[in-house]
């Protein structure tokens, strides 16, 4: 069980989380009005609904804020390469403590709680039996779905790999040159050595074969300017931000709750796809 705490997890992109963010603002809402936590069951019918509705708007402002804009201003540490189960349930746990932060404060303003240690920690303390089961009970769910729908797309894309294994998909040279920025220098090899390249800021670092083994060489280029050089070699495909692979190269492919992870031949290291590029890369392998 606690392996499972560290395993992969995909970092939902932008839209995901707004509809996750509304989504459950109204399901509190509806549990605001159905059971009545808070000591709800105490105030005058008369403005009862109104005050119930600003729980609901005052969570879903904390939610957009801490789960939408927050993930989307940090993209290096809300990374699908780096973010784990854990990580999503601890990030979780603490938007419910600031939601119950910020709660204790609306209740101060609507008069309904004196501002002080007592009512804070029992306004969080509520909010936390409240949100912690079903949030953990989503994040798992949501981990197992996603494993299981990339796993059985890996089996596919393996078997894809297998069928084209004995015929070359591309038809151009099959030297390749990719030039540096200051053009004083180059990297030029057979396009059946290279495995890969990803960035190094201002640099590329290119994974070949060479001798049976191995090698990487260091040029200064961005990704993105590599990227338009290989345009015109039909395997090359950037796979994620930080990565493009010769697709002609790949031995396997298997899947977890972030995407896919690529292995090549000779070498250890692991090559991940991006979630939002899972499509196109299973488009391009079976060539639609």
Not at 20 to 38: G, R
Request: with cysteine.
């Amino acid at each position: 069980m606690l392996n499972l705490f560290k395993q992969p997890y995909s970092v939902s992109s932008v839209n995901e989380r707004i509809v996750h963010t509304i989504a459950i603002s109204t399901f509190v809402y509806i549990f605001l009005v159905v059971f009545e936590p808070f000591d709800l069951n105490l105030l005058d019918a008369s403005n009862k609904d109104l005050i119930v509705l600003g729980y609901g708007i005052f969570i879903l402002l904390i939610l957009f804020i801490f789960y939408v804009i927050v993930p989307l201003g940090l993209p290096t540490i809300f990374s699908s390469t780096k973010w784990k189960v854990y990580k999503e349930l601890v990030w979780m746990i603490f938007v419910l403590f600031i939601i119950g932060t910020g709660l204790s404060t609306y209740e101060h303003f609507i008069g309904t709680r004196t501002m002080g240690w007592v009512s804070l920690y029992e306004t969080i303390l509520k909010t936390a039996v409240i949100g912690f089961f079903p949030i953990t009970a989503l994040v798992v769910l949501n981990y197992t779905r996603l494993l299981k729908k990339h796993y059985d797309e890996a089996e596919t894309i393996n078997a894809l790999l297998n069928t084209n294994e004995d015929s070359n998909r591309s038809t151009e040279s099959a030297h390749v040159s990719i030039k540096s920025d200051n053009k004083s220098e180059s990297f030029s090899k057979e396009k059946d050595s290279i495995l890969f390249l990803t960035t190094l800021g201002n640099y590329v670092e290119i994974y070949f074969v060479q001798d049976g083994k191995v090698k990487k060489e260091i040029l200064r280029a961005t990704l993105g300017k590599t990227e338009k050089q290989l345009s015109e070699y039909l395997d090359f495909f950037r796979c994620h931000r930080a990565f493009i692979v010769n697709t002609s190269k790949i031995v396997s492919i298997d899947g977890n709750a972030s995407g896919y992870n690529l292995h090549f031949q000779n070498t250890d290291q692991i090559v991940p796809v991006s979630r939002r590029n899972t499509s196109k890369f299973r488009n391009f392998i079976s060539g639609k």
